[in-house]
């Protein structure tokens, strides 16, 4: 079964799947780590080319192991 992807604002189904980007990498970390040196996860997103909603963030990599210690 295919699973089709629309998109949360308009329906549309032109959607393209990316990584989040900038110069220094873009990431996420969950707030409640206060140490130096935080524990972290690359992020995926899906975008709509109809109408440029960006959604469907996901982590990259396991969420398990963003633990707050
Ligand atoms: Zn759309």
Redesign the pocket.
Known sequence: MINIIN??????D?IIKGDLLSPGGVVFAPECQTEPIRIFSGLTALA??????VFGFELTDKPEKLTCK
């Open positions: 998109c949360p604002k308009c329906g549309s032109n709509c080319r109809s109408c440029g909603t």
